[in-house]
């Protein structure tokens, strides 16, 4: 069972970033997976939550009309679009799955 995040990078306040999480040797297929993540000093936050269906999302009042969480199961891959990127968005994030979590992906947002 692998988890491997991407797309993470530097990017300038207000730009755009999308990250993929993508499963191998098992399916996310039937199982809600969530992004989340930590900054130094910080607890772990939640970001976005997909149902298996991917017909349903959630978010937290911070991050709502930022962010947008998305699956394709046949890619076995789940997504998360960010825009108006801030600098306090500035984390490592990861997907957590039933199977588990990635190494994650770091963002950073900075001038």
């Known amino acids: 069972v692998q988890i491997v995040e991407s797309g993470g990078g530097l990017v300038q306040p207000g730009g755009s970033l999308r990250l993929s999480c993508t499963g191998s040797k098992f399916t996310f297929s039937g199982y809600a997976v969530s992004w989340y993540r930590q900054a130094p000093g910080k607890e772990r936050e939640l970001v976005a939550t997909?149902?298996?269906?991917?017909?349903?999302?959630h978010y937290p009042d911070s991050i709502k009309g930022r962010f947008t969480i998305s699956r394709d199961n046949a890619k076995n891959t789940v997504y998360l679009q960010m825009v108006n990127l801030k600098p306090e968005d500035t984390a490592l994030y990861y997907c957590l799955s039933v199977y588990g979590r990635g190494q994650g992906t770091q963002v950073t947002v900075s001038s």
């Open positions: 997909v149902t298996a269906s991917g017909n349903n999302t």
